[in-house]
T-cell receptor
Framework: AQTVTQSQPEMSVQEAETVTLSCTYDTSESDYYLFWYKQPPSRQMILVIRQEAYKQQNATENRFSVNFQKAAKSFSLKISDSQLGDAAMYFCAYRSARETSGSRLTFGEGTQLTVNP | GAVVSQHPSRVICKSGTSVKIECRSLDFQATTMFWYRQFPKQSLMLMATSNEGSKATYEQGVEKDKFLINHASLTLSTLTVTSAHPEDSSFYIC???????????FGPGTRLTVT
């Protein structure tokens, strides 16, 4: 079974600075997807960024980028120019590419990000 | 696109009663929907996978007779918490899968409080 680990329960960053959130995972599969979701105080889960394992290029979405290290099974999220609205719980998630997996997501424990003005 | 709604957003019910939560995909058809439970400051725990027109698949440890899931159409899945007790109080989140093997998009969640 796949597992996802986020070793930082809490992180803080100064507004306009850069912060990196860590995520490691364990799988025996070679084809899969990785995600970062954001859950602000409203509790609405928002997809921040996704990465296909077969792509070597790291995904980027505006101020958000990932460092995907497939051999190390590491998938960190970098937030540049942090804004107050980035404050939220961030979840790393894994999804198998096998159709029989049913698109199930396996979530990490989450990292609570605080942005200080 | 890919908007998922949930109703109600919050509900308070008395112990022993049942409560129904609706999950709708507003602008797409979802053959598969998922139901999660989330306790404060914890991660999402998958309760069950709901496929349109068939029985839901429950995760280990989830009581299927207590958490009834119905996925009667391609845009609606419902979760009924039967004979609710205070320990069922939690935040329930649904998601819908876009297309075959597609990503999940999440509803805004329902806060259930059982008194």
């Amino acid at each position: 079974a796949q597992t996802v680990t986020q070793s930082q329960p809490e992180m803080s960053v100064q507004e306009a600075e850069t912060v990196t959130l860590s995520c490691t995972y364990d799988t025996s599969e070679s084809d899969y997807y990785l995600f970062w979701y954001k859950q602000p105080p409203s509790r609405q889960m928002i997809l921040v960024i996704r990465q296909e394992a077969y792509k070597q290029q790291n995904a980027t979405e505006n101020r958000f980028s990932v460092n995907f290290q497939k051999a190390a099974k590491s998938f960190s999220l970098k937030i540049s120019d942090s804004q107050l609205g980035d404050a939220a719980m961030y979840f790393c998630a894994y999804r198998s590419a096998r159709e029989t997996s049913g698109s199930r997501l396996t979530f990490g424990e989450g990292t609570q990000l605080t942005v200080n003005p | 696109g890919a908007v998922v709604s949930q109703h109600p957003s919050r509900v308070i019910c008395k112990s022993g009663t049942s409560v129904k939560i609706e999950c709708r995909s507003l602008d797409f058809q979802a053959t598969t929907m998922f139901w999660y439970r989330q306790f404060p400051k914890q991660s999402l725990m998958l309760m069950a996978t709901s496929n349109e027109g068939s029985k839901a698949t429950y995760e280990q440890g989830v009581e299927k007779d207590k958490f009834l899931i119905n996925h009667a159409s391609l845009t609606l899945s419902t979760l009924t918490v039967t004979s609710a007790h205070p320990e069922d109080s939690s935040f329930y989140i649904c998601s819908a899968r876009v297309g075959r093997g597609g990503d999940q998009y999440f509803g805004p969640g329902t806060r259930l409080t059982v008194t």
